[in-house]
């Protein structure tokens, strides 16, 4: 998941394990921010396919992001 992924964030719902993320990627809680961005997004999903978002806010998520700016810098010669 996340191949090539230079920023930005990715939400997850549930678990996500090490092995499954491309190079550089790492899982991380959701801080306040977070949450508060996803809950509107899914608000709007959730109201445009009639599925509760309490249902769907029941099981945790995580983020993927970029461990860096720049993970794949030190990989290329000039």
């Known amino acids: 998941m996340g191949t090539g ?3 930005g964030v990715i939400y997850v719902r549930g678990e996500v394990d090490p092995h499954q993320l ?7 809680e959701l801080d306040s921010e977070d949450q508060k961005n ?16 309490r249902k769907v806010l029941s099981v945790p998520f995580k983020k993927v992001v ?7 810098g030190n990989m290329y010669a000039y």
């Open 38 to 53: 996803l809950k509107m997004y899914l608000k709007e999903y959730c109201d445009d396919l009639d599925v509760d978002l």
């Open 22 to 28: 491309g190079f550089g990627l790492i899982p991380k």
């Open 5 to 7: 992924m230079h920023g």
């Open 66 to 72: 970029p461990f860096s700016q720049r993970p794949y």
